[in-house]
Every structure is written in structure tokens, then in C-alpha cells.
């Protein structure tokens, strides 16, 4: 039986050179910090001290690293698996990178009359401890057929994409929708708990019905039960999406779910969620909504009307800004001008603004905000309106399409400018 060495012990790492010990493969691991080696020398492993030692004693190469940077550290680094490479070795790389890394890593083995394989991989964690990993590969189909045991070994499916760097690019397709399909269902979750629902009886639902999802299916229980121990990093989650985003520009592709899922990610990594589990970005939404998703729910205040939202808590405020008015004209095309307005308060579910100038219900204004705010101009339409005895127009306003992380730059300069 052929030796492996598997470079990379990590959150998915670690299990899948278990499973191939417990299918009795010869493995030689290493892996940066020492100490993750440990439990893997009780199953019969070996430990290198470099990658170029690990490589030396091996027919077939696995690595399951971090990032671009980390990979390609590996292999060009001192005492970097080049060091050790021999004719005839096949490589596996199971990272998830840009396929950029893995053709300019396919190119560089070629050299050595060494095969590169791109073999990312799904399932997370669990699918890692159980050796149901799916294979993404690109390659030489030759190589991937040489080396199927080793791929069955780890996981329970292998998908031939196509030439040097088809895996990658499948990868970072797949994990777009894998962060696209985290945040729809941490969104309905945080829908049903502010409407004071049950979110447990909620994710019965959507695990029954059409809402349903893989991400649902691991996901839904560890947010209610508020377990972030991590299975895929949120950290990682950013990585890919980052990626995936880079993928998408070279393509000239819009991809706006992309997009959006990627901005909601880096606010949960700039709240220190890097290391838990992605599903701990629910955080950012209950920061929002000043309620905690699965905790105990609590009955509706009203009907959601207008009267309803007016009870909120408000942050009083003496806020000056400017609204631009745009007006449709018979001709096709806008006319406009720009007022002087108060924002005076805040509620979680709009704002308030005053002015002498008279506006219509249903209207949409473009609210300019001083300098120092350093924020774009938001959309706001108003819903409701109040004039009182001094000649001055209450506008409640509700924000139109505003980006998360406006939001938190616009709650940011309020609570700046209420203290």
C-alpha cells in the first residue's frame, strides 16, 4: 500500500488523515503547531518535522491548508514540500484556493514529472470525521483514477470537473451558495424570533418544506441551541466568498447576493467571530434586533401597525442634515431641490426627520448627512407624517435598501452624536 503524507492537521485535516490510518494507509503527517500530531501517532502515524521530510518518505502528497499564502508558503518555503518532491509522486491539494494557485502549482509539479491534483472538498467537518467527503477534482484524469482508493478512503464521492484548477473554481462556487444559503436561513430565524415566534417550531418548518437546505440541516439547531464550536470557520467562510468575489470580477459577472453575503461576513469578522463556527454570524442580527434567536419568545406588542412601531424605544436626537427631493416631470425626466432638515430620532425601525417644507406620504427622499458622518447619501420613504402647531412637518421615514454596513456606520455616528 502506497504511503501518504498528509500536510495541514486542521479543523478538516486531522479526521481525514484519521480515516485513511484506520484504512491502514502508511501516513506521515506534519503539520505547523506539533501538538495537533498527537492523537494521530495512537492510530500509527509517523511525524515529519518539515514538509520537505514528510514528502521524502511518500508516493502521494495531501495538504489541507488555510489560504492561498499558506499553501504556496509550503510548498516554495524553506524545507517546502519542493524540497523533497521526487519523479512520479502525485500531489493532492484539498485547500480551498483561487484556481489561479492551483494551475500556477499544477504548472510548477509538471516541471518535477510530478502530477498536481486540485481536490477541494464539501461536507465539513462531520462529512471529515465520517469519511463522506464529496471531491471536487481538476487534473490529469490518469493521476485521479491511480489514486481513487486513497480519495474513497476520505470521502464517498469524486466529481471530475475538468483540466488543472475545474475544482477550485467548483469550490468557490459552491461555498457562494453556501454562505448565500447560511445568512437566508439566520435571516427567516431572526424574522419569526423578533415577531416573537416560537424558532425552534420554526426550523421544524423549514427543515419539512421548501426552505430546506444543507445549511438548515447543520446549522439550524447549533444556532438555536447557541452552539458556535466550530465546524467551518467564519473566518474561512470570508476567505472563500473573497475569492469566489475575485472569480466573479475577472468574469465581469455581477453577483449582488455575493456581494451582500460577503459585507454581512466581514462585519462578523470585525465583531471577533473569525474562529467560531460561521453560523455564529446570526450575532450581527441579533445586535440588530436586540434579541438573541432561540431564546425565550415573547408575544407581539400589537399588529405590527404603524401605532406598534411609534412604541418602539427612541433615541432622541438634534441630528442636522439635507434632503434632496426629486419630482418625475412630464418630459421624462427628474426635477429637484435640496432642503434643510432635523433628524430628531431613532427607532429600529426607521427614523424621524423634521422640516417646514411639505411633503407627500409614499415619497422618496435622499438623505445627506454632514461630512464628518463619512456616509454615503441613504434612501429613505416616508410613511408617516405629522405637522404640528409651529408650522414643521414630522416625516417617520423608513430606510430603503440600506447596506449592513451602513447601518452600523450610520448607529455608529448616532450614537456618537447622542452621547
Known sequence: MKTVAFIGLGTMGKPMAANLLKKHYPVIVYNRTADKAVDLLDLGAKVAVTPSDAVKQADIVITMLSTDAVVLDTFYGEEGILQGLRSGQIVIDCSTVSPETSRKLYKELLSHDVDFIDAPV???KPAAEDGTLVFMLGGNEEAIEEVRGVFEAMGRKLVFMGPSGSGSHAKLAHNTMVGINALGLVEGLSMVTKAGLNAADFLDIVLAGGANSRQAELKGSKIINRDFSNQFSLQLMLKDLLLA??????????????????SIFQMGLAKGLGDEDLCSVVQCYEDWMSEQVGGK?????????????????????????????????????????????????????????????????????????????????????????????????????????LPPYVRVKLEEYIRMKSE
Open 297 to 401: 419568545p415573547e408575544q407581539p406588542a400589537g399588529n405590527g401597525s404603524g401605532q406598534d412601531r411609534r412604541r418602539s424605544t427612541r433615541i432622541q436626537l438634534n441630528i442636522k442634515l439635507h434632503l434632496s427631493v426629486y419630482q418625475w416631470e412630464q418630459e421624462g425626466s427628474f426635477s429637484g431641490q435640496t432642503l434643510d432638515a432635523t433628524l430628531v430620532d431613532l427607532s429600529e425601525s426607521g427614523i424621524q426627520i423634521v422640516s417646514s417644507f411639505p411633503l407627500a406620504q409614499d415619497m422618496f427622499v435622499v438623505i445627506h448627512f454632514q461630512p464628518e458622518a463619512g456616509l454615503p447619501p441613504v434612501t429613505a420613504r416616508i410613511i408617516r407624517i405629522e405637522h404640528d402647531d409651529n408650522g414643521l412637518f414630522r416625516y417617520g421615514c423608513m430606510l430603503s435598501g
Open 122 to 124: 464539501t461536507g465539513s
Open 245 to 262: 468575489g475575485n472569480v466573479a470580477n475577472g468574469y465581469q459577472l455581477p453577483s449582488p447576493m455575493l456581494r451582500a453575503a460577503t
